[in-house]
Structures are given as C-alpha cells and as structure tokens.
C-alpha cells in the first residue's frame, strides 16, 4: 500500500456493455504479488553482478507496439485522449459519436471507479467498454488490449480511448494509438502546458476546450498556444466547446485525417 | 504517482530475468527528465519488494542529466526540464539525453 496516494494491489476491471441490455459485471483481475518462499543457503556466497539493460517501459511498449500492429491490420484507428480530471473529455466524446455516426466507431473509457462515463456513452448507441483501473492512476497497453478483445472493434472504426483524469501518469504509457490528443478547458489556467510538460510534449493535438466560459474568466488562448508550442512546436491546438459546438468542425476534420497522424 | 506500477514493473522484471534468484542490490538509470521521480520509486520499492526474492535489496539509482539538441541551430546544451529554449531563441528543441528509464543490473547470490 501507497501512502503518498493510496495505490494498492488490486488490479484493473472490465467492464463490457450489451446494447441496451442491463450493465456487465466487472471481473477481478489479480496481480499476483511475488509470493515465494526462499531457501536460504547458510554458507552466503558472494554476490555477482547480472547485467540487465532493460527499459523499465519496454514490456508496455512491446504489448503497445502489437496493439498498434493489430489496429493497423483491421484499419482501426485509436485516438487517446488525456487530461486533468473535469476538462470535458466525456462532453465532448458523447457529443462527437453522436454528430460523425454512423461512421464506425467505439469508446473505451477508463476510470479508477464507476461506471458512469459508460453508461453516458452508451446512452449515444455507440459501443463502449468500461476500464476501471481501481487504485491505478493511468492505462496501460495490456488494458486496452483487453478492452479491444472485449469491444470486438469493426474494422475500420475510430476507437476513442478515454484516458484516467491525470495529467502526469497517463504521458509516460504508449498504449498503441494512433494519436494522441490532449484536452484541456480554460478554466484549468494557462499555465498547465508548461507546468505538466510530459503530457503536452507527445500529444498530436491539444484542444482547448470550454471557449464558451472564456467571457469569465481570466485565460489568454493565445499565452496558452504559445506555452503550447514551447513544449510542443509541432502539435496542432484547436479552441472549442463540447457545450456548444464551437470550433468542434475543426476537430471533426482533424480526425478525419488522423490515421496518419502520431 | 506511475512510481507505483513503474516500481512494480520493476520488480517484476528483476524476478523474471534472474530467475527468482534472491536479489541483493538494484542498479536503476533514471534520466533528470524521464518524468519518473526517484524519491517515489525509493518510496515505493520496499513496499513492493516486500515478500519478493528482490526483498531487502539495495537500491542504487543514478540520475544522468537532462541534454538538448536545438533543431534550429543544432546546438546541444544541458536541461533542466522539458520547458527549454535554446540559447538561439528557438523552442524547437529535442532531449536527447536525461529520459532514460533503465534497469541496469542488479547483483544476485
């Protein structure tokens, strides 16, 4: 157990949905912890040194670089989308499968708790599947695995892959998307591209989100773009409103073109 | 807090690459800009050691700075973090060292 936030050992659910059937149920599934009983020799031989040279991420990596593997071969294309904890990604996700369908897509949405931003997406008719990381703070590659055996995804959709509300854990994760989007909302400030660096410095698009507030409160869109590129000089931002509407043709047309992108 | 399932990572490898021999120190690379922060891997190997052949091992972790190569210029210069300008004035700067993420080695018996 964590003292600094909690974590413990319990691992990630799964929860998948039948088209307005009543919800699944999340099955357990166990990290096992190390476990083994050691014999100790008596007679302590002396230490030798084994030369590992491993990238602590290159598992993850490996599993992402299959799940990339496998969406190119069926033509799917995965955006993953990250940010701080309230920036609307939900609003804006619910929003944009209602206005591209019927093109062919699905949702994977991930949260330490709850099934709530399921239940919203399926409210929309598109398919979705709950990840619940319990005490984890981000997705990793081997959970959107399971959540893509679990969807059963058509070829050629764009998956959406909601990411835990985090701006930190969620940078250092390649899950195999295509691209990788940041959303953030002008109510969060125009400092979070610079104070939250790893997140901004890999994302193919940043969308401001919540243009609609801008009369109330204090946030430079233009600071904002300009921190934006100071960590990011090759990323696209885009100004918009999940309330609204605003500035979201541009983002539709983005992801239109996004299968070549990241 | 990624420390947690970092560290987890890399016990996890550690057991498997050395055949759950019993580990008696730990040699770790983590860059000054790797987004990975030492003190929590600290914080949290001894918690998820715990009952691991890697439990009581020692933690060795060395920390190479943060390097930058300027696309502009193409002037390399040390970092600090990822919000860097080169001396040029350019922003578009690439790290090209200090994000390391690395076991070594460890020492086993």
């Known amino acids: 157990m964590c003292a600094t936030c909690g974590c413990g050992s319990e691992g990630p659910r799964v929860t998948t949905f039948e088209a307005l059937a009543g919800s699944g149920q999340g099955h357990g599934h166990g990290h096992t912890p190390q476990d083994h009983d050691h014999e100790h020799e008596h007679a302590e031989p002396a230490p030798r040194t084994v030369v590992l040279e491993e990238r602590v991420l290159a598992r993850n990596d490996l599993l992402a670089a299959e799940n990339r593997r496998r969406l190119a071969e069926r033509g799917v294309v995965a955006v993953n989308l990250m940010s701080s904890p309230g920036s609307g990604k939900t609003t804006l996700l619910a929003r944009t499968v209602r206005e591209l369908a019927p093109r062919p897509m699905a949702v994977v949405e991930g949260d330490q708790e709850t099934l709530l931003d399921a239940e919203r997406i399926r409210a929309t008719g598109c398919p979705v599947v709950q990840i619940n990381t319990g005490e984890g703070c981000h997705l990793d590659a081997a959970m959107l695995r399971r959540a893509l055996d679990a969807l059963a995804v058509a070829a050629g959709s764009l998956v959406f892959v909601e990411n835990v509300g985090n701006l930190v854990c969620p940078a250092l994760f390649d899950l195999g998307e295509t691209s990788r989007v940041v959303v953030m909302s002008v109510t969060e400030g125009a400092d979070k591209p610079v104070k939250y660096p790893h997140m901004f410095r890999t994302a193919d698009l940043v969308l401001v989100n919540k243009v609609d507030l801008l009369p109330y409160v204090d946030f430079d869109p233009e600071l904002c773009a300009e921190r934006i590129r100071r960590i990011n000089p090759t990323t696209q931002v885009l100004l918009v409103s999940a309330t609204t509407g605003e500035g979201l043709a541009a983002w539709y047309a983005w992801l239109g073109t996004s299968g070549t992108a990241g | ?109």
């Open chain 2, 1 to 109: 807090m990624h420390e947690l399932a970092i560290t987890q990572g890399i016990v996890e490898m550690i057991v498997e690459r050395t055949d759950s021999a019993r580990v008696t120190a730990v040699y770790l690379r983590i860059g000054k800009v790797s987004g990975v922060v030492p003190e929590a891997v600290r914080f949290c190997f001894d918690l998820v050691a715990a009952g691991s052949p890697v439990e009581g091992a020692r933690l060795e972790i060395d920390e190479p700075p943060g390097r930058a190569r300027c696309r502009s210029c193409g002037c390399a210069f040390a970092v600090e973090g990822l919000v860097v300008l080169c001396p040029c004035g350019s922003a578009d700067v690439e790290v090209v060292g200090g994000d390391e993420l690395l076991v070594r080695a460890v020492e086993v018996v």
